[in-house]
Structures are given as C-alpha cells and as structure tokens.
C-alpha cells in the first residue's frame, strides 16, 4: 500500500481543523471535517489531480460543519455524521450565537455511521474509532 497525503486546513473565525487524507495511488481524497464554505480543500485536492470523495464529520458541533452545504451544492460531495450526532445538526443554530455568528442553514447529510461502519479510501480501509464524552457521538 501506499503512503497517504495529510494536509491540514485550519480555517477562521474560530481556526478548527479541517484534516484532507488524499490517497496518490487511487487519487481519492476523504475531508473529515468542515467548518467553513471554502475553495482552498478543492484546489489543493484538484492540484493533486484527484477527486474528493466524501466528507465525514468528528462531530456535529456547529463549528465543525458549517461548510458541509456549501461543498454538496457546488461539488456534490456526499457527507456522513455518527448516528448520535445526527441531531445535533438539527440544533445548530442554537449555538452559533456564541461564536458571534450568524444563523446557518442546517447541513445536510447523506448518511450516518456507527462503531461498525468502514469506509474504504482507494485500497485503504476507514475504520470508525467511536470516543463518545465530547459529543454522544
């Protein structure tokens, strides 16, 4: 197997971290988290000459998907959340205030994921580590 690409994307107003794993044998690339709507991800992952292939979110926490619509209207980038956090994305804008943000339209997902769950980038599996505390998911 090859080794993976990581690159990471820390994004304001409130600099999370937006981890890209690109595999450069099958060209696929996965984005686990997205806090912000933004064209940087896509371009590098366009340089790279490969294709974006899904998004999975840590967790539902509002600053974390916020870009989650953006990429789906202009990319089509399915999206997937734990099973847990799932409503968590129905409560976002109960949060946003707090960071001194505005509402946001709630983000829209393509399906959910549990402890049981594998992904697979090109040849490589991804495995769902479940670390409830933060959020139930």
């Known amino acids: 197997m090859t080794d993976l690409i990581i690159k990471d994307f820390i994004f304001p107003p409130l600099n999370n971290h937006n981890y890209l794993v ?10 686990f988290d997205c806090s912000v709507p933004n064209d940087e991800v896509m371009k590098f992952v366009e340089n790279q000459g ?5 998004i999975l979110l840590t967790h539902g926490h509002f600053d974390h998907v916020m870009g989650v619509n953006y990429f789906w209207a202009k990319h089509h980038i ?20 707090y960071a001194h943000l505005e509402k946001v ?7 959910t994921f549990n402890g049981n769950t594998i992904f697979k980038l090109g ?5 769902i580590f479940e670390t409830p505390g933060h959020t139930r998911g």
């Open 22 to 31: 690109l595999d450069p044998q099958s060209k696929e690339a996965v984005l």
């Open 123 to 127: 040849a490589h599996p991804i495995r």
């Open 50 to 54: 490969a294709l974006l292939k899904m």
């Open 105 to 111: 339209e709630i983000p829209k997902v393509d399906g």
């Open 78 to 97: 399915p999206t997937y959340v734990h099973e847990n956090d799932l409503s968590l994305l129905q409560e976002i804008n109960n949060y946003t205030p």
